[in-house]
């Protein structure tokens, strides 16, 4: 089952304007994950926040986690058309990951 | 990073045959590697777990005679869609952690297969 629904299920903004997408999740977590997948290809983590952590940083990403309401969001700032691509938040432990819904982040030029 | 290198990375068959796709992690070992499937604009949802030496662990509703799992080595696991349908047709992707990384809960994926059943 679906852990996480992520919204918006899909965004488009023009390039330079930052992208902000939500997860929500059900259960308790230890951490909580953000994958990137470009259109017919695999996964690639993006970034790994700790139930203890309420936000992160990585390059132009940002992270929060708010445990009390089991939710998550992902920033990109100063976005790029490269940048186009599905970000799906997972839960899980012992690697056995669940994946959220996704959003489609979309940057035009 | 890890590599993970899955092959075919695109293949197309016929009703009724069988087709193999295999999942190698090229610089690290995996003990364990999963198998997810993914169908059009939808997240992946876990098929199996892929345990070197043992049998695959199934999700609820997966069928393991139909989707055959071998993780014969510690950089190889495969997966065979047996008697393959139409409805098989989807995206299948694996992914590994690196062995005594379980728990630090970052998963390497391989590139996907494509599998369209005419």
């Known amino acids: 089952s679906q852990q996480g629904e992520e919204d918006p299920q899909a965004l488009s903004i023009q390039e330079g304007e930052n992208a902000t997408m939500n997860c929500s999740y059900k259960t308790s977590i230890n951490n909580l994950q953000w994958y990137r997948q470009n259109s017919g290809r695999g996964l690639v983590h993006l970034i790994l926040?700790?139930?203890?952590?309420r936000e992160k940083h990585s390059g132009r990403l940002r992270v929060t986690l708010d445990t009390s309401k089991k939710s998550s969001s992902l920033l990109i700032t100063a976005s790029r058309a490269a940048d186009t691509a599905s970000y799906f938040c997972a839960t899980g432990g012992g690697n056995k990951l669940t994946f959220g819904t996704g959003t489609q982040l979309k940057v035009e030029l | 990073g890890a590599v993970v290198s899955q092959h075919p990375s695109w293949v197309i068959c016929k009703s009724g045959t069988s087709v193999k796709i295999e999942c190698r992690s090229l610089?690290?070992?995996?003990?364990?590697m999963f198998w997810y499937r993914q169908f059009p604009k939808q997240s992946l949802m876990l098929m199996a777990t892929s345990n070197e030496g043992s049998k695959a662990t199934y999700e609820q509703g997966v069928e393991k005679d139909k989707f055959l799992i071998n993780h014969a080595s510690l950089t190889l696991s495969t997966l065979t869609v047996t008697s393959a349908h139409p409805e098989d047709s989807s995206f299948y992707i694996c992914?590994?952690?690196?062995?005594?990384?379980?728990?630090?809960?970052?998963?390497?994926f391989g590139e996907g297969s494509r599998l369209t059943v005419l």
């Open positions: 926040i700790r139930s203890n952590e």
């Open positions: 610089d690290f070992q995996a003990t364990t």
């Open positions: 992914s590994a952690p690196r062995d005594g990384q379980l728990n630090t809960g970052e998963l390497f």
